[in-house]
């Protein structure tokens, strides 16, 4: 079982930084994939990016890539989402997301198999 809390999001204007921090707890020293997904108003929620527990390749959506950078400190249990440069187009619901069942390579690729969630943090990006 992991539970996940995120904290950090707020309202910025256009070409603002936030950083996004999500507190990892498991029961078990088992590696997980772990990602930052969201979902903005009226739309399908998107995973932004997913990574391993244990380290290995970071994945990012086409429009986050440059932008975004997902980190995580081992040693806290931490993971962490810099966002720079941030534009109107990715205010939404941010959300820390663990997949248990999923080995490392399809940390990407099978988002849909993620099963623990945050509650969200709420970002706002001001024109």
């Known amino acids: 079982q992991v539970q996940l809390v995120e904290s950090g999001g707020g309202s910025v204007q256009a070409g603002g930084s936030l950083r996004l921090t999500c507190t990892v707890s498991?029961?078990?020293?088992?590696?997980?994939?772990l990602g930052w997904f969201r979902r903005a108003p009226g739309a399908d929620r998107e995973a932004v990016a997913t990574?391993?527990?244990?380290?290995?390749?970071?994945v990012y959506v086409h429009s986050v890539r440059g932008r975004f950078t997902l980190s995580q400190d081992n040693a806290k249990n931490t993971l962490y989402l810099q966002m720079s440069d941030l534009k109107p187009e990715d205010t939404a619901t941010y959300y820390c997301?663990?997949?248990?069942?999923?080995?490392?390579?399809?940390?990407?690729?099978?988002?849909?198999?993620?099963?623990?969630w945050g509650q969200g943090t709420q970002v706002t990006v001001s024109s």
């Open positions: 990574t391993f527990s244990n380290g290995g390749d970071t």
């Open positions: 997301a663990a997949a248990t069942a999923i080995k490392r390579e399809f940390c990407w690729a099978k988002t849909w198999a993620y099963n623990y």
């Open positions: 498991k029961r078990s020293d088992n590696d997980v994939c």
